[in-house]
């Protein structure tokens, strides 16, 4: 099965780590300030490598597993909870973790193909969910990651026959989601009602297991849907991690001493000016929401407004972050937009309310009126707005960059 920590990105960085530790104990080029930062991170790196599959060893096997998207600081946690306390006790803040990172991801895939169709269901799941409904949550959520994994896989998740291990993936890894999946889809041969603790597929879709409504199968559920969307994520951009990884090797393969040692010191000088800029920058108060300023956050939220009410379906590509954009051409993303809006009839919009959250991020509230298909609507919805300096997430206080709608595919979702 292998570890986690054995996957090639992992792997390379602990390469680069070793050589610039190694490097520091032979030259006189580095201060001892900054071998002292090696030391540090080295330390980090040792502790960080294998936490994804400690993760694993502790949780798979009660329905959890490490992805890309859970933070650091939820494994930890999880683990020093499990430790000095127990496994209901982890599981519970678990449970509460999710509650709040489902509704965020559910509003964040709602405009990818694979979850469109799906995504009234999916609304409808999590209703079922936050209302104590888990009879009904629980078959509306193993349905519907079944039938995600089988748009991609001939064969969906359950099957025997499916391979769900991916290159280089945290969720796509044969101790992640593999391993879940064979624990939840193991046959249950007897009618039974014992409450269970695991959303086994076969026994609760086929009537077998009675006694699964319950909290715990409900979340162990709904967090299917978080491991399939970074699941799909890995398959999708496989060919072109590849690609960028054999790329840095070979890089790695060319690097003297002298162009490690000048990357370094562009890298620590880089995290000092970020570290000043994030000290010099404080949330804006009294903000103008009538007359939004150019260059700001709210300016480019009804900049998008403005292009969709003149039909102009090429601009709002533009708004486009750097990571949701990638390779896609301009001319297929604003005939998606072409087609999502195209029924759309912008009558009003304002800005009511901006809150500057972070140096790189802000949300910009706006009441709009519009009709869709031809039927008058007023609804009032945020963006989030993010600050990318040429294609990487900057402090608004960097000059050259441009404000991007993180959720900008999901806008017309918001419209229905």
Not at 97 to 104: C, G, I, N
Not at 160 to 185: M, P, Q, R
Not at 232 to 245: A, D
Not at 283 to 308: C, D, M, Q
Request: charged share 30%.
């Amino acid at each position: 099965m292998g570890n986690i920590e054995d996957n090639e990105s992992i792997k390379t960085l602990g390469e680069a780590i070793k050589g610039i530790e190694d490097l520091s104990k032979i030259s006189s080029f580095l201060e001892a300030d900054i071998r002292d930062e090696i030391e540090t991170i080295k330390k980090e790196y040792e502790t960080l490598k294998n936490l994804p599959d400690r993760f694993n060893n502790y949780f798979s096997e009660y329905g959890w597993i490490a992805h890309e998207e859970m933070k650091i600081k939820t494994m930890k946690k999880a683990i020093n909870i499990f430790d000095r306390d127990s496994l209901e006790a982890a599981e519970r803040y678990l449970t509460e973790y999710y509650e709040e990172v489902a509704p965020k991801l559910l509003e964040r895939i709602a405009y990818r193909p694979l979850f469109r169709d799906r995504i009234h269901l999916l609304k409808l799941a999590m209703e079922d969910y936050f209302d104590g409904r888990y009879h009904s949550c629980v078959p509306i959520f193993l349905m519907q990651v079944d039938g995600i994994v089988n748009d991609i896989k001939a064969t969906g998740l359950f099957a025997d026959n499916t391979e769900l291990d991916v290159w280089d993936s945290i969720a796509g890894h044969s101790s992640g989601l593999s391993n879940l999946i064979l624990i939840i889809k193991k046959n249950r041969m007897k009618t039974t009602n014992e409450k269970i603790k695991l959303p086994y597929r076969n026994g609760i879709l086929h009537g077998r297991d009675l006694n699964y409504n319950n909290k715990l199968v409900a979340i162990k559920s709904m967090v299917l849907l978080v491991y399939i969307s970074d699941w799909i994520q890995s398959i999708q951009s496989e060919t072109e991690r590849k690609s960028q990884y054999n790329k840095e090797r070979e890089e790695i393969e060319n690097t003297t001493i002298l162009d490690i040692i000048d990357r370094y010191q562009e890298i620590k000088e880089r995290n000092r000016e970020m570290d000043r800029l994030h000290k010099k920058w404080s949330p804006r108060k009294n903000i103008n929401v009538e007359i939004p300023l150019s260059g700001t956050p709210e300016h480019a939220a009804i900049a998008f407004f403005e292009y969709i009410s003149k039909r102009n379906y090429g601009s709002p590509v533009q708004l486009y972050p750097n990571s949701i954009l990638g390779e896609v051409s301009v001319n297929k993303k604003a005939g998606e937009f072409k087609k999502e809006f195209s029924k759309v009839e912008l009558l009003n919009y304002v800005v009511i309310r901006v809150e500057d959250k972070g140096p790189a991020l802000s949300e910009v509230k706006i009441d709009l009126s519009y009709k869709l298909n031809k039927f008058k609507k007023q609804k009032t919805i945020i963006l989030r707005m993010i600050y990318e300096v040429n294609g990487e997430l900057q402090n608004r206080l960097v000059d050259g960059g441009s404000w991007k709608i993180v959720n900008i595919e999901g806008i017309i979702n918001l419209l229905q």
